[in-house]
């Protein structure tokens, strides 16, 4: 059956805006543990090894296998997976906490490995913050001095240094414990100490290793619903690392799947549950609901095969919804008429058509049939 799809970037009426150099890039990027890395890189290369194989033949740990994803401005990409999928690891690569076997990474179009020390260091401090799921506050600062430690680190003058960790600090709305000491703060609070010391920098790029992952399950939703706020108020761009696939689909922009080192599937939260790669992914998914991920543009028919399927139907009094709506927002129009379908309007025209089976299709997650 035809149908007819348009990604959310594609609604807009005027042209698509120019990205430019994408702030992080990772071109065929392998990560092999141990003496005999560049023997088990080849193999692999060559005849396709898996990790256990490279294990016995080689005695060498796989960690990230031919890697390849750009992040945009202002994205949050997320990588998720297993324990042990690798996706710490290649977090690792982007500032350079780990050298790769092989390929490269770009940092706003500059190889972070061709770099020396000192560019290194710079970009480290200038253009990088990391959150990680342990915050290493140190004890002995209070919380005012931790946001500001990396400025002092660079030399900041301690009344600038201050001000700028005060600012931060009201971002993440700490503002009033900046006298206070880590072990007065609970763990939610001692996260947003961590994102206040990141964005005192202000990094144009973030890198963040589970920083939710050990809170409770209220606290780390709350954290979710302020760093969504930071990420749009600020337009950041996200690297966020999560073993948690209902915190990825929330968070993230784009997610990549891993396993063993690999990243089996890259796509949207829609594409990742819609269209799952393989058998891993769609058992990664299996109990997601899908209302609030799955749009109208995905579950519509065109306009061109409605008309031609059903040629007698007029759509004058049909109610109307954008490509973008969701499952939920689509059930709530279609419960609230006694029409049978649902005309889908992009820049003023009609695009398609939501009929009652395809919805229903789409809330199960089975592929359209004619109805």
């Known amino acids: 059956m035809e149908t007819q799809t348009i990604s959310k970037d594609e609604t807009s009426c005027g042209p698509p805006a120019d990205l ?13 543990y141990g003496d005999r890395e560049k023997e088990a890189l080849e193999a692999m290369k060559k005849e396709n090894l898996n990790k256990e194989e490279v294990l016995a033949r080689f005695g060498c740990g796989v960690g990230v296998v031919d890697a390849s994803f750009t992040v945009n401005q202002g994205e949050i990409f997320c990588i998720m997976g297993l324990s042990g999928s690798g996706k710490s690891t290649l977090v690792r690569h982007v500032n350079r906490l780990i050298d790769p076997t092989a390929g490269s990474v770009l940092i706003e179009g500059k190889d972070i490995n061709a770099m020396s020390m000192e560019q290194l260091r710079q970009t ?9 799921q342990n915050m290493s506050l ?21 009344k600038d240094r201050n001000k700028v960790a005060e600012e931060a600090l009201e971002i993440v709305h700490l503002s009033e414990w900046g006298d206070c000491y880590p072990d007065e703060l609970s763990g939610g609070m001692q996260q947003r100490v961590g994102l ?10 973030l890198l963040m290793d589970e920083p939710f992952s050990a809170l409770d399950p209220l606290i780390r939703r709350q954290l979710q619903d302020q760093f ?41 939260p829609e594409e990742i549950v819609t269209k799952p790669a393989d058998d891993y992914v769609a058992d ?5 609901s899908r ?19 059903y040629p007698a139907v007029s759509l004058e009094n049909c109610p109307t919804a954008s ?11 279609m419960v609230g008429t006694d029409e049978k379908y649902i005309s889908i309007i992009d820049c003023g025209k009609c695009v398609g058509v939501v009929t009652r089976g395809s919805l229903l299709r789409g809330i199960q997650g089975k592929e359209m049939d004619e109805d």
Request: hydrophobic share 45%; with cysteine.
């Open 20 to 32: 430019g150099v994408p702030p992080i890039e990772c071109r065929n990027l392998w990560k092999i």
């Open 124 to 132: 480290r401090a200038e253009k990088i913050g990391m959150v990680f």
């Open 138 to 158: 140190l004890p002995h600062k209070n919380v005012r001095q931790n946001v500001a430690f990396g400025l002092e680190l660079r030399g900041i003058a301690r």
């Open 196 to 205: 206040a010391r990141a964005l005192a920098a202000d990094p144009s790029i």
């Open 228 to 268: 969504l706020e930071l990420s749009e108020k600020m337009n950041k761009t996200t690297l966020f690392i999560t073993h948690d696939l209902d915190e990825a689909i929330r968070i993230g922009n784009r997610i990549a799947i891993m396993k063993d080192g690999v990243l089996v599937q890259i796509g949207t």
């Open 284 to 288: 990664f998914v299996a109990g997601i």
């Open 291 to 309: 209302l609030h991920l799955v749009y109208a543009h995905t579950v519509m028919w065109s306009l061109e095969y409605f008309k031609k399927r």
């Open 323 to 333: 490509p973008n709506e969701d499952l939920d927002a689509l059930i709530d129009i």
